[in-house]
């Protein structure tokens, strides 16, 4: 049976138009414009879980290497410090550092003045991949940094291309707003924590302007928590379900004194760590060649002589404290000079160097080493408020440091003597210096981009 052209003709048009029904009433319920958040997002755990891998990776290798020969860090740190320094400096100079006060500088620069070349420069695909590259050189030289404050880089990067391409046909998608999704995004996918991904937006990120982007940061950091799980082979605890005994009644009050000192513990972290990026910033370029390979001499003396568990993020040593029963005094004393002083040590390499989980173990070995002096019977207890206390201190954010740690660990029985930490933690930090050393950095990128002062 031949059908006739015109048949045809008005069949093919009735099914564009069902199609064209069907597509806007979609596009109705999900509207266009979240879709580069959605894409970005899904990217996003897939990278991060892979570079998280890649750097679980490089920390085992150099554990493993170390404990093999004497002579390993002695010879390859120096030598892999100054390689992360060099691919940073030659190739993308933004990608040193933790990488979120490039983001925070980022997101505050919008609203001052635009400054096109740093959102290229901090955001490109170059930097992502020497991100990458700088931090794997500074783990496989057994350095003390972490993976998470250079996630959020590579996240808010990932938004910020997507955004790129995406205002062409979409005007109204926001450079600002991708950011904070970015942000919030690689902060929850290398936790696990999508909590306290909404939270570090809201308290770090975005201040004034989360109420415009509240549903596409919650978007993105679900489908980037999902795509997260997914690659990482199903759902996962950092640390998993510690046994904390509860404190009862006017026990709650050990917290706060508690608190205090976390607190101050952490801004004198932050502040001691802002000074020395201050003084190696005044350096001359062949003290700067020069710096990273005394870096990894002392990295590597750190680790022999004093504490082997100065090597690496410090996530394992968090891990080995909660769950490896009480450790001696003497133990805890050298645990807590190594943890506080090696992510110093690494991150004045000038390479790529979180410091989020770094900090999370100085705040453990504190709370660890402070309960076989006060409590021996709260021994977790006291390092889960350790990692909030210092967390707090360090990043002025107690409301992130509390969320973080507490979907990490899933005690909500010990929720009010968090909440109690970390409200005191902002005081005692209050003492030392005024503002994070987050934010001291934020000014200084802003300042580099010729932006004025608020």
Known sequence: MKLEPRIVLDVAEDSLSFAQK???????????????????????????????????????????????????????SPFAFWLAFFVVEKVSPLAKGSGIPQVMAAIEGLNRMKAEKFYRDAFGVRAILIKILSSFLVLIGGGAVGREGPSIQIAAGIFYR????????????SNEIMLIAGGASGLAAAFNTPLGGLVFALEELSHSTFTRVKSSIFSAVILAGVSAQWVAGGTYLLFGYPKLTELA????????????VLGLA?????????RLVLWRAKLSKAWLHALPIFLGLSIAAIITFID??????????????????????DAGVSLVIVRFF????????????????????????????????MAPDLHSLFIVLGMIGFLTGFTRSPFTAFVLVLEMTDRHSSIFPMMLTAVFATAGAVLVDRISFYEHMKEAYLEAMGTPKT
Do not use: C, D
Not at 266 to 273: E, T, V
């Open 249 to 260: 009644g006017v026990k709650v009050l050990w917290a706060v004194p508690f608190g205090i």
């Open 22 to 76: 069907w597509v806007r009433r979609f596009f109705s319920v999900i509207p266009f414009n979240e879709w580069p958040y959605w894409f970005s997002a899904i990217l996003t755990g897939f990278i991060v879980v892979i570079y998280a891998k890649l750097a679980r990776t490089a920390e085992l290798y150099a554990a493993k290497w170390s404990e093999a020969s004497p002579y390993y860090l002695w010879i390859v």
């Open 266 to 274: 952490g801004a004198i972290f932050g502040k001691l760590l802002f």
């Open 308 to 329: 082997r568990r100065a090597l690496g993020s410090g996530t394992h040593e968090i891990a080995q404290l909660l769950f490896g029963g009480q450790i001696s005094e």
């Open 342 to 373: 090696a992510p110093i040590v690494s991150y004045l390499v000038g390479g790529a160097s979180g410091v989020f989980a770094p900090a999370l173990a100085a705040g453990a070995s504190i709370g660890s080493w402070m309960s076989t002096i």
């Open 162 to 173: 997507f955004g790129f391409f995406a205002r062409r046909w979409e005007k109204r998608i």
